[in-house]
């Protein structure tokens, strides 16, 4: 039996995208060979900008997508040999948008039922109607909503829906994708505390995919940061946070905005053009960016450098 919920072994995604008229067709490596493992019981926070493949690895998690290359294993199962329901009883997904990933013309109890009558799961109507009590009193909903539709709840109400959904298969992992990022800041609080009392009741595992720094903090035990479709840093989130190796890391960190007006807006040194991911820059696909780049940093990609359980793919980490 595997100690990892999850573990990637270097897998790429390349899709064939236009690269503009009259020049055809080219490959964009979307993932790069990512290596990832989730201990059992962990949370991983996968952060990054948006375009570096945070997204796309949660798709092949899912099933949704088939690796280039490289495997991905859930609970030491190789997704490519596993159907469909194998994969929806080991994982289930919690969207950004809680009103957009319920269906508005569906009950309550039909949207948290749907997984196992999708699956062919479902057995009786009071064999369900047990089983949605029972599910509701968890993420703490009401039972007298259970007849209710999506417009008739509030954003955390709804959301507290999508986790149920995802929880009535009885998973070990539950992949969450900006799960509060749509939601008010006290709202935001509630759904996180709920999460992290399910962890512990009910012994799941969490990739938690999110741009809110201060959230990734908040929750994970370990993080892993993504630019450009490679992981450039992962390490425990206590150390990370403290202790940021890669200047890529250093700049997310110090991105984030604090609440005294007089500080203004950091000047990160990042420019404002990302680089063209169809056409990514040679050696290290972050020194046009980087205010440490040198004359090495252009010519060769970094090899991971590995110190007490951090990683680090860069050729003159800080802190290591």
């Known amino acids: 039996m595997s100690q990892f919920a999850l573990e990637t072994q270097d897998i790429t995604k390349t899709y064939r995208v236009s690269a503009g008229i009259f020049k055809g067709k080219k490959s964009l490596k979307a993932v790069n060979g990512v290596s990832l493992s989730i201990p059992k019981g962990s949370i991983l926070g996968l952060v990054g900008e948006s375009g570096c493949g945070k997204t796309t690895i949660a798709k092949m998690m899912l099933g949704l997508e088939t690796p280039t290359s490289g495997d991905l294993f859930i609970s030491g199962q190789n997704v490519a040999v596993m159907g469909s329901k194998q994969i929806a009883k080991k994982i289930q997904p919690v969207f950004q948008d809680p009103y957009s990933s319920l269906n508005p013309r569906k009950s309550i109890t039909k949207i948290i039922t749907l997984p196992l009558r999708s699956q062919g799961l479902a057995r009786t109507g009071a064999d369900l109607d047990k089983r949605v009590d029972e599910i509701m009193e968890i993420v703490g909903l009401p039972p007298r909503l259970k007849h209710n539709y999506p417009n008739q709840l509030s954003g955390g109400q709804r959301q507290r829906v999508a986790v149920a959904r995802a929880l009535i298969m009885k ?11 749509a939601l008010d800041v006290s709202v935001q609080a509630q759904i996180l505390n709920m999460l992290m009392d399910l962890r512990n009741e009910l012994d799941l595992t969490y990739l938690f995919i999110s741009h809110d720094l201060a959230v990734v903090e908040h929750i994970a035990t370990h993080v892993a940061v ?5 992981v450039v840093e992962e390490a425990k989130a206590c150390d990370l946070f403290a202790r940021p190796s890669h200047p890529y890391t250093q700049a997310l960190l110090a991105s984030v905005l604090t609440p005294e007006p007089a500080m203004g807006l950091p000047d990160l040194h990042l420019g404002i053009e990302y680089p063209n991911p169809i056409d990514p820059p040679s050696g290290c696909t972050f020194h046009p960016r980087c205010v440490k780049c ?3 940093c252009t010519r060769e990609a970094p090899k991971t450098q590995v110190n007490d359980g951090k990683l680090v793919a860069c050729h003159f980490p800080d802190n290591f």
Do not use: A, F, K, Q
Not at 226 to 230: A, C, H
């Open 226 to 230: 993504m630019y450009l479709g490679r």
């Open 171 to 181: 998973p070990e992992i539950v992949l969450c994708d900006e799960p509060t990022s």
């Open 294 to 296: 040198r004359d090495l």
